[in-house]
């Protein structure tokens, strides 16, 4: 008998649609359904008439209530990571922010386990949410099936529908502080002037935010306000010109101080351009060997990671490319939700 599954669906209802939780919990209803071991009903509707066995919340925000006190049957969630308790100087939570967290720490004592993305973020869980380590279940993401190598012509397409410079640097993502935005931009003050940076994201534009006024007073400290090309526009599905606008850099860069994951690592890879990334967090465990890795998160050492790759011959360029996508190819949507499978098993027996 399939197993009977109640994934609830607010994240592809609010906000969080365009983000990566909306992603996760697409691929995963997606991949669920073609399952025959899982009947799946998706729902935020408590009063759904759906006998589930298990409900499985794909998200958790430390600082609303998004899950019940009380559950009926099997509860799994997934958190992705707890980032803001790690720098909590940059994630200010005010009163009612403090109070939804400890409702959610509440929340979470009736839950029968957590999935996490990493080992990295498994340690984390424990240690800020006071979770049992033994009921903490890591199963790493995949990236985005729909994206692959892109030709030359749809590379110049893209290229001249986006105008992007001829030779740049790329950045796919939010501009959290954790992102390190800053030191990312301050790269380019130590590379030649023809190497612009493009980054690709909702948020890359004027707000009264403190991350944005970092961004925008590193622009300005660097001069190289001429250099930097910011896409606001991409739709999240528009897999092919995302595509080619990772398979136009020079390289990709992830220089984030913390990642719970790091998705867009493997994204880069699976399209065939090579990863420059730090060598902290849940970085390492999802990079491995398969990225120039930076041991500090500053702009002097990515610099010197970026004319580390642009000196490599084509050979070395190709070999390398071919090593990391066959990585990034390991980790799949089937395996994900074949090992997210298991934990309802495992879940149910106890």
Known sequence: MPIKVLLNDSPLKNANAIR??????????????????????????????????????????????????????????????VIPLIFPKYYPTGKKGFLALMRQKMALKSVN?????????????????????????VIPLASNPGLKIANEEEIQ????????????????????????????????KFLPKEI????????FYPQDIPEWKAIEAQIALSDV?????????????????????????LAYLQASLYEGFGLPILEAMRCGTPVICANNSSLMEVALNKAV???????????????????????TREKFIKQA?????????????????DVYQEVLKK
């Open 325 to 341: 996508m066959a990585h990034a190819n390991k980790f799949t949507w089937d395996k994900t939700v074949k090992a997210t499978i």
């Open 157 to 188: 397409k893209v290229s001249k529908k986006y105008k992007l410079p001829k030779k740049y640097l790329l950045y796919v993502g939010d501009i959290n502080y954790n992102k390190n935005i800053p030191q990312l931009i301050k790269t380019l």
């Open 225 to 249: 306000a001429k250099r930097i090309k910011f896409i606001t526009d991409l739709a999240s599905e528009n897999n092919a010109e995302l595509s080619a606008i990772y398979g136009g850099a």
């Open 20 to 81: 990566g939780v909306g992603a996760y919990t697409r691929f995963l209803a997606k991949y669920l359904a073609k399952n025959k071991a899982i009947e799946l009903a998706l729902s935020s509707n408590k009063d759904l008439d759906f006998k589930a066995e298990i409900t499985h919340y794909p998200f958790f925000d430390l600082f609303f209530s998004t899950l019940p006190l009380l559950n009926k049957g099997k509860t799994i969630v997934t958190i992705h990571d």
């Open 113 to 137: 386990a957590v999935i996490t993305d990493s080992n990295n973020s498994k340690t984390d869980i424990a240690k800020y949410l006071k979770f049992p380590l033994d009921k903490i279940y």
């Open 293 to 315: 890795m930076v041991e500090e998160a500053k702009a002097e050492s990515f610099a010197l990671a970026v004319e580390e790759v642009l000196a490599w011959s084509k050979t």
């Open 196 to 203: 612009q940076l493009v980054c690709v994201g909702k948020n």
